[in-house]
C-alpha cells in the first residue's frame, strides 16, 4: 500500500512538472510583426509574463506535493482530478488572456499606424495647398508686372 502510494505522488509530481514545463513554452502564442522598439518592450512583457507564470507554477507544485504528501490515500485519486481540472482552467485562462493581450497590442499599433498615415495625408494635402497658392501668387505678380510694363511703355509713347 506504501509503495503503491509513493508510485501515485511520483506519478503526480510528474504530471504537474510536464504541465507546468508546457505552459513555460506556449505553442499557441502569436508573435506580431512591427518595428524593433516595440517588438522588443512586448516580448520583454512576454518574457516577464512567462517568467511570473513560472514562478506560479512552481508555488503551485510545491503546494500540490505538500498536500499529496499530507493526504489520505482514498482522496488522492479525487483530489488528483480536481487539481487537474483546475490547473486545466487556469492555464486556458491564462492563455485567453495572453491572446487578449496580444490583439489589443496588435490593434494599439494598427490605430498608432493609421494615425500617423492619416497626419501624412494632411501634411501632403497643406503642402499641395501651400505649392498653389505660391503659384498663384506668383502669377499675380507676374501679370502685375507685365501690366506696369506696359503702362510704362504706353506713358513713354
Do not use: C, G, H, Y
Request: glycine letters at 0%.
Amino acid at each position: 500500500m506504501l509503495n503503491r502510494l509513493s508510485l501515485v505522488k511520483v506519478w503526480l509530481l510528474f504530471i504537474v512538472l510536464a504541465k507546468a514545463l508546457s505552459i513555460s513554452f506556449p505553442a499557441n502564442a502569436q508573435i506580431i510583426q512591427t518595428n524593433p522598439q516595440t517588438q522588443d518592450s512586448f516580448q520583454q512583457r512576454i518574457r516577464q509574463q512567462q517568467e511570473e507564470q513560472n514562478q506560479q507554477t512552481q508555488e503551485q507544485m510545491k503546494e500540490t506535493w505538500l498536500r499529496l504528501n499530507l493526504q489520505q490515500p482514498q482522496l488522492l485519486q479525487q483530489q488528483q482530478i480536481i487539481q487537474q481540472q483546475e490547473f486545466t482552467r487556469q492555464r486556458q485562462e491564462m492563455l485567453r488572456q495572453q491572446q487578449f493581450r496580444l490583439q489589443q497590442e496588435q490593434l494599439r499599433i494598427q490605430q498608432q499606424e493609421f494615425s500617423r498615415q492619416q497626419q501624412l495625408r494632411i501634411q501632403d494635402q497643406q503642402l499641395r495647398q501651400d505649392q498653389q497658392i505660391r503659384q498663384q501668387q506668383e502669377l499675380r505678380l507676374q501679370e502685375q508686372r507685365r501690366q506696369q510694363q506696359l503702362r510704362q511703355q504706353k506713358d513713354n509713347l
